[in-house]
């Protein structure tokens, strides 16, 4: 859902709470500020999400790491194994 969407259906849940007491005015001030804390939310949310994904490479780069080392040892206990049969 897009946050606009969002913030029009706080606003009218506000209004509905408010009643008639809601002015143009006010609408335009209120939907500001739903915005604004809406786009703060969004930003926490995505540093949230840049530590969990920085969490997950970090992982996986030392995964790799290890498949890399493990890759080399085998290879060269091959090559090590070929020059002994020749």
């Not at 009218?12 to 335009?28: F, L, S």
């Not at 969490?55 to 790799?64: D, F, I, K, P, R």
Request: charged share 30%; net charge negative.
């Amino acid at each position: 859902m897009a946050l606009n969407k969002i913030a029009r259906d706080a606003l009218e849940e506000i209004k509905a709470i408010e009643g008639t007491g809601v002015t143009d005015g006010h609408e335009a001030e209120i939907l500001a500020a739903i915005d604004k804390a809406m786009h703060r939310a969004m930003e926490v949310c995505c540093r949230e999400q840049a530590a969990i994904i920085e969490q997950h490479l970090s992982h996986a780069t030392g995964v790799a790491e290890r498949i890399n080392e493990e890759t080399d040892r085998r290879r060269n206990l091959l090559i090590a194994n070929l020059s002994a049969m020749r």
